[in-house]
């Protein structure tokens, strides 16, 4: 097994990639002001809470609430942990509505392939300067910087439609059975 997870903080954010060469299945919870969004590298099958992202999804889970996350072998994933308020505040100041109880029963959200595909190569490169000149991340100003650009990539997803026919409560049933079991 090989992993690599790679990351940087701004004031309101967690911002990582993370690679695995095998299959892993994690529990997570995020902080419970913020939210989570996973954007793989790829469409590989990545699994939900047993649900399977279809192609071209951007993960999503509110914070304060386990979930679980299942990938495949040769994953890549960026991870964003924002606080709401964060994205509340950047979105008002650009009149774009967040969709908070959609985003809060979602799994995923489908965006425009360009957008995703958009998003990964600049969080890639984000990523990049940022290993060739790891003292940016250092400077406060230079993480508020950062923190705007990573809410910039975020607004095609929080404004994206969800799938509505997901069954949002469905896991956490089957989970809460098979564990009194």
């Known amino acids: 097994f090989a992993g690599v997870l790679t990351e940087f903080w701004t004031p309101n954010a967690q ?5 695995t060469s ?3 299945r994690q ?3 995020v902080w419970d002001d913020a939210i989570w969004f996973g954007v793989p590298t790829r469409h590989d099958g990545t699994r939900i809470d047993g649900r399977v992202a279809p192609e071209g999804a951007v993960l999503v889970h509110p914070g304060g609430a386990e979930f679980e996350l299942l990938t495949p072998s040769d994953h890549e994933i960026f991870g964003v942990v924002i606080k709401r308020h964060a994205i509340a505040q950047f979105c008002d100041l650009m009149g774009i509505r967040v969709g908070w109880p959609t985003l809060a029963q979602a799994a ?3 965006v425009d392939s ?3 595909r958009q998003s990964v190569s600049a969080l890639q490169r984000l990523f990049s300067e940022l290993a060739q000149e790891n003292s940016i991340a250092s400077h406060v100003a230079s993480r508020r910087a950062l923190e705007e650009a990573v809410l910039g990539l975020l607004v095609p997803f929080v404004e994206a439609p969800t799938d509505a ?3 949002v409560g469905a896991f956490g049933r089957r989970r809460a059975v098979v ?3």
Request: some cysteine.
């Open 165 to 167: 026919s997901v069954d």
């Open 27 to 29: 529990t997570c919870c």
């Open 179 to 181: 564990e009194k079991i």
């Open 15 to 19: 911002v990582f990639l993370e690679r």
């Open 108 to 110: 995923w959200v489908r």
């Open 22 to 24: 095998h299959a892993v």
């Open 114 to 116: 360009d957008a995703r």
